[in-house]
């Protein structure tokens, strides 16, 4: 995969990240809307390199070990919404 076509992919993702519907906290172990997200963008795109890379520049906030907070959306997701996703997948 070009670097323009990655980049360009992870714009689509983030885009859909941003719209007032999408998923407000990321579970990228057991989430199925997240996979099927991934597989709409690019199945070819390397998601953990996405992810540290949105964590360092705010676009996802690191509760635990693959739970995400959505920062993209407005208003941003507060931590007692990942508990309560954490608490559904145990």
Request: glycine share 4%.
């Amino acid at each position: 995969m070009r670097a323009h076509e990655s980049a360009s992919l992870v714009n689509a993702l983030e885009l859909v990240l941003a719209q007032p519907s999408a998923l407000r906290v990321l579970d990228t172990r057991r989430s199925s809307s997240w996979q099927r997200m991934c597989a709409k963008t690019s199945p070819n795109l390397v998601w953990s390199g996405w992810i540290r890379e949105a964590v360092a520049a705010n676009r996802l906030r690191r509760v635990v070990r693959g739970l995400f907070l959505n920062r993209l959306i407005t208003p941003p997701p507060q931590l007692c919404e990942a508990a309560v996703c954490y608490g559904r997948a145990r």
